[in-house]
C-alpha cells in the first residue's frame, strides 16, 4: 500500500500557507494543461485557515470545478455545512461548484445517488480529480468514513454513512475510497494534539481499515501527501 508524503509545519499557519502554495500551484497547472481544475473540498474545522488565504490568492475561480469530499445532510445555510463554510469563504463560480443535494433529496441515501449522478455527469463515468483535500478526525476517519461502518467498502463513487462518534450527529454523504483513490493529488490538513495518537498508528501503518479509515487512502495513480502541524506531528 502507498506510504503517504508526512510532512510536519510548526503551526496551524504554517499548514495552511503551504497547503495554498500547493493548491495554487495544482491549479494552475490543471487549468494549462486541461482548462480546468476539478477540486474536492474537506470538511470540518481545519481547512478554515487554508480557505481565507485561497480567497486572498489569485485564482482563475471561473475555471475551478468545486465538489466536497464530504458534507452532512443539512442545507449549506447551516453552520455545520461543510459547503455551507466553503461558499461563505471562497468567490466560487456557482455554475461549476456542486454542494451535495441535500435540499432536494429525502434522505441521505438518495442525496448520495443524486451527488453521484452530478458528479458523472459534470466530470464522466470514471472522475478524476486534479486535487482532493481531506481531513482526519480524532478517530481516524477522512471525509464520512468512519470506523466500521459500511461506507467504506461501498463499491460506488459516492455513498452516505449514519453518523459516527464525532459531532454533528446527523447523516453524511461521503466520496468512497474508489474516487478519492483515482484522484491525481491527494493532500490532508492534519492539526492539532488530539490526532497525535492516530497520526502515529498512520505512519506506522498499524490498524487496519475499519479501525483506522485514513489507512484507505492510497491513490492508485496520484500523490499523496499530509501536512501536519508539530502538535498532530511530532
Ligand atoms: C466532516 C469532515 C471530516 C473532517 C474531520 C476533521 O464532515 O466532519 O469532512 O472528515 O475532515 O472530522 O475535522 P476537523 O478539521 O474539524 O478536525
Not at 12 to 39: H, S
Not at 63 to 87: E, Q, T, Y
Not at 115 to 127: D, K
Request: aromatic share 8%; charged share 20%.
Amino acid at each position: 500500500m502507498m506510504q503517504p508524503e508526512f510532512l510536519t509545519f510548526p503551526d496551524p499557519d504554517a499548514v495552511a500557507a503551504e497547503a495554498a502554495t500547493r493548491f495554487l500551484n495544482l491549479a494552475e497547472a490543471a487549468i494549462a494543461a486541461r482548462g480546468q481544475f476539478v477540486v474536492a473540498l474537506a470538511g470540518g474545522s481545519t481547512p478554515e485557515r487554508l480557505y481565507k488565504l485561497l480567497a486572498t490568492r489569485e485564482l482563475d475561480w471561473e475555471k475551478i470545478v468545486v465538489f466536497f469530499s464530504d458534507d452532512r445532510f443539512l442545507s449549506p445555510a447551516s453552520r455545520f455545512s461543510n459547503a455551507g463554510l466553503a461558499l461563505r469563504l471562497l468567490p466560487l463560480n456557482p455554475k461549476i461548484t456542486y454542494p451535495v443535494p441535500a435540499e432536494t433529496s429525502l434522505d441521505a441515501a438518495e442525496c448520495a445517488v443524486q451527488y453521484e449522478r452530478e458528479l458523472v455527469a459534470a466530470l464522466g463515468p470514471e472522475p478524476r480529480f486534479d486535487l482532493i483535500l481531506l481531513g482526519m478526525g480524532d478517530d481516524g476517519h477522512t471525509a464520512s468514513l468512519f470506523p466500521g461502518k459500511e461506507a467504506l467498502t461501498a463499491r460506488k463513487l459516492v455513498t452516505h454513512s449514519t453518523p459516527g462518534v464525532l459531532p454533528p450527529p446527523v447523516d453524511r454523504i461521503t466520496f468512497t475510497f474508489l474516487l478519492i483513490n483515482a484522484a491525481r493529488n491527494v493532500l490532508f490538513l492534519v492539526t492539532g494534539a488530539n490526532k497525535k495518537e492516530k497520526v502515529v498508528r498512520w505512519r506506522a501503518g498499524e490498524g487496519s481499515v475499519s479501525t483506522l479509515p485514513v489507512l484507505g487512502v492510497a491513490p492508485t495513480e496520484g500523490t499523496l501527501t499530509v501536512l501536519l502541524d508539530e502538535a498532530a506531528g511530532s
